[in-house]
């Protein structure tokens, strides 16, 4: 069914890379919803007012704010896809975001007042009806939801899209909560007992749940979130699987919504190749990197000494006292100015958040166990958060081993 619904209203639905075909797959599951979520409503609302149960009333007021949250979600994909312009020209691919977010909080509105209401349900309790019109409501509900949180699933997987990806979790999340006021039906018909409120009540408290979980989930991108790390790996592949990279960090991730990312990082090559050869090398990672992973990507060419015995000596001599002091800590951007009694060691050093407050006693102990009565060597360190480092050179170590 999925299949066939992208072939009849999304041209080129498997170019998933292009922002107008993302915009058809948002725009399908959002009429998809409105329509769904409106005709269950209706009949959830002509079940609620026949029986006089509030706990069908709540999960009908919830396909209404199902049915609004699609609404949102189309106009969200609708302007995420306009083009950059002078004012946003990183693009409007976040409004998928604020999109989700406004869902999220119509969510919260409604399972307030549905808290409101059930409560008063449980203190002042009613018999409720039940016929088989009822019954067959929900059921059909239940298995509309079951093939609405499928289809969503599928193709927020497809397009990479957090917002369908939490539609698909709240059809997921009707089907349970319309489950619990069929329960709630068949065991006050069959035993008597007024747990329509209570049942009511928990509808609406899964409901709350389920809205908390979704503000958060779109809210993470917007303050900037950790990056995924499967991308974080593909684009460190990228650049160590070419033969000239030596290494590469301070990789950064910069997330401007769905299908618009952007990154930078460093690679270091040898020093000897030709500077126009190694602006062509590091051109082409980053058209590649565009071609095949969508992310635009700068890259900034750190030269780095690879023929010089005593650099690489105490490159070596620096390693090994850091991996004795704590594994954790790594270097970068090594070179060195020397002369014939001294010598300036300069580097990057990542150091974990711990050591933010100790890089002056850090230094200290890395300059005295450096020195060899030859020659008086005197570190220069940049110190660098691991947040971003720990990010590339892990995923850089995977690759290779």
Not at 387 to 392: G, K, P, T, V
């Amino acid at each position: 069914m999925t299949d066939l619904l992208l072939r009849l209203f999304v041209k080129h639905a498997s170019d998933t890379s292009d922002p107008a075909v993302r915009a058809g797959y948002g725009r399908l599951a959002g009429v998809t919803g409105i329509v769904c979520n409106l005709l269950l409503f209706a009949l959830k609302l002509l079940a609620g007012t026949i029986s006089g149960s509030v706990s069908i009333t709540a999960d009908a007021v919830n396909n209404l704010s199902d049915a609004s949250g699609s609404i949102v979600t189309l106009v969200g994909f609708k302007l995420a896809s306009r083009p950059a312009d002078d004012e946003h020209p990183y693009g409007h691919a976040r409004m998928e975001y604020l999109s989700g977010l406004a869902v999220a909080v119509l969510i919260l509105v409604i399972g307030v007042e549905l808290v409101k209401s059930s409560v008063g349900k449980i203190l002042h309790p009613e018999a409720v009806e039940f016929s088989a019109l009822i019954v067959v409501i929900l059921v059909c509900s239940i298995l509309v939801k079951l093939w609405m949180a499928v289809f969503n699933r599928k193709l927020g997987r497809r397009i990479g899209s957090a917002a369908l990806t939490a539609a698909a979790a709240d059809s997921r999340n009707d089907v349970i909560s319309t489950g619990a006021v069929l329960l709630a039906c068949i065991v006050g018909q069959l035993t008597g007992l007024k747990i329509d409120g209570y049942v009511g009540l928990l509808v609406a408290l899964f409901i709350l749940w389920s809205g908390v979980g979704i503000a958060k989930d779109t809210i993470d991108p917007l303050i900037g979130a950790k990056p995924d790390e499967s991308l974080v790996h593909a684009i460190a592949y990228l650049m160590t699987s070419h033969p000239n990279i030596l290494g590469i960090h301070d990789l950064m991730v910069h997330d401007y919504g769905p299908g618009r990312r952007f990154a930078s990082v460093h690679a270091e090559l040898d020093h000897r190749i030709d500077p126009l050869v190694a602006h062509e090398i590091l051109d082409e990672i980053e058209r590649q990197a565009k071609r095949d992973l969508h992310v635009d990507l700068v890259i900034h060419y750190d030269p780095i000494v690879t023929d010089d015995p005593e650099v690489t000596a105490v490159h070596t001599r620096v390693t090994q006292i850091l991996r004795g002091i704590d594994p954790r800590l790594s270097i970068h951007d090594f070179r060195m100015v020397s002369g014939p009694h001294h010598a300036n060691v300069i580097f990057d050093m990542v150091i974990p958040a711990e050591y933010e407050d100790k890089t002056a006693q850090l230094r200290r102990e890395v300059e005295a166990q450096l020195q060899d009565g030859k020659k008086v060597y005197h570190l220069v360190i940049t110190f660098d958060t691991a947040a971003f480092n720990e990010l590339s050179t892990e995923a850089g170590e995977q690759q290779s081993r």
